[in-house]
């Protein structure tokens, strides 16, 4: 068999061997995840990998690569939305907002459509405040029923039934007049009002869609599409005329909307000018590393993120590394240089400390050759 008659999709392809990147690009891949626990000579190549190439991800399990560079470009999951395009979240991936001040003086409403997938843990529509109880305001399906919920500074304001459908699309609004009547809407139709007292003006520094201040919670599992944020409360003549279509971003009173248009990057645009983008979180790096202490990266060019956040992943260092791009090491993992050798580039080593074994270093090391 030669190597070009092999072919595979959306798999795993282990590396046992001694190979080639040109040889690897004569194989007919397509979005698979290469695992080296072999050889890959990477010298005087460029690897390229990632979302829309032949390897959405690279794993280093007992292998070395060996010299080249290596690059590549996360993304979000972008996908087939309710008008056009939408996000996926899931277990991982999130959005997120910058710190952004919420002003009620004329009021408040959120709204969007929502398409789930699979049931979590207080999964959460939307999220904004600034941790646990600090001034945040919420979304969220109760415990793990169809039921949804919206909470203020740690207390539940309203809950109704059976509000929430797997597997079809569906609109949600909250709005809150500035004297404290709340309404929860689903598909243009109230389902549910009380009256509260209205959350304070100020800043919010973390701001979520699908994601909870809270780390036991789950995160949203399925697609979003077109959130919108007012400064205003809607009426639900306005909600009504205006949940099953596009906006223009230019309406009075709209401060933020996201339409998940997109198709690359980790960038959601505001398509009001001048708001604030969203951002994907919890994207996994490129190049993941494992703890098995044969891994090794032997004079390669790093322009894409590299992973060690495993319980001790390990990773040694032979004949430099240019690095363009961030490298995370966390959980008690290591990464060995050996001898003199020279490390350079633009990138970032963020090394996130573990505490549950104070006995166990990690970080970068240095050992003779």
Do not use: C
């Amino acid at each position: 068999m030669q190597l070009g008659d092999f072919s595979l999709s959306g798999s795993n392809l282990y590396l046992d061997g001694t190979l080639t990147t040109a040889e690897l690009d004569s194989l007919n891949l397509d979005s698979v995840l290469l695992i080296v626990r072999g050889t890959l000579d990477n010298r005087g190549e460029t690897l390229e990998i990632g979302p829309g190439t032949p390897i959405r991800r690279l794993d280093i399990d007992g292998g070395t690569i060996r010299g080249g560079v290596i690059d590549g470009q996360k993304d979000g999951r972008w996908d087939t939305g309710q008008f056009g395009g939408g996000a996926t979240l899931d277990s991982a991936r999130y959005l997120s907002l910058p710190e952004r001040n919420f002003d009620f003086t004329e009021g408040f409403t959120w709204e969007g459509w929502v398409h789930p997938t699979s049931v979590g843990y207080y999964q959460r529509l939307f999220d904004f405040g600034n941790g646990p109880a600090d001034d945040n305001f919420f979304l969220n399906r109760y415990s793990t029923t169809n039921d949804l919920e919206f909470y203020n500074n740690g207390s539940r304001l309203l809950r109704v039934s059976n509000a929430l459908s797997l597997n079809e699309w569906q609109h949600f609004a909250v709005t809150i007049t500035p004297g404290g009547d709340l309404k929860l809407f689903k598909n243009g139709t109230e389902i549910g009002s009380t009256t509260i007292t209205v959350p304070s003006n100020g800043v919010r520094s973390r701001n979520y869609f699908g994601h909870s201040q809270y780390v036991n919670d789950a995160n949203f599992y399925g697609t979003i599409d077109d959130y919108r944020l007012w400064s205003v409360a809607r009426t639900p003549a306005e909600i009504a005329a205006n949940y099953n279509q596009m906006l223009t971003g230019s309406e009075a009173g709209l401060i933020g909307y996201w339409q998940f248009e997109e198709t690359a990057g980790l960038v959601a645009a505001n398509e009001v000018a001048g708001g604030d983008a969203a951002t994907w979180q919890g994207v996994p790096d490129l190049i993941q590393v494992s703890n098995n202490g044969s891994n090794r990266l032997d004079g390669v060019r790093l322009d894409t993120e590299i992973s060690l956040e495993g319980y001790r992943d390990f990773l040694r260092i032979d004949n430099g590394l240019e690095l363009n791009s961030t490298m995370t090491v966390g959980r008690q993992s290591r990464v060995y240089f050996r001898g003199d050798q020279s490390v350079s580039g633009s990138g970032d080593v963020l090394i996130s400390p573990d505490h549950t074994d104070s006995s166990y270093a990690q970080g970068l090391f240095l050992e003779q050759a």
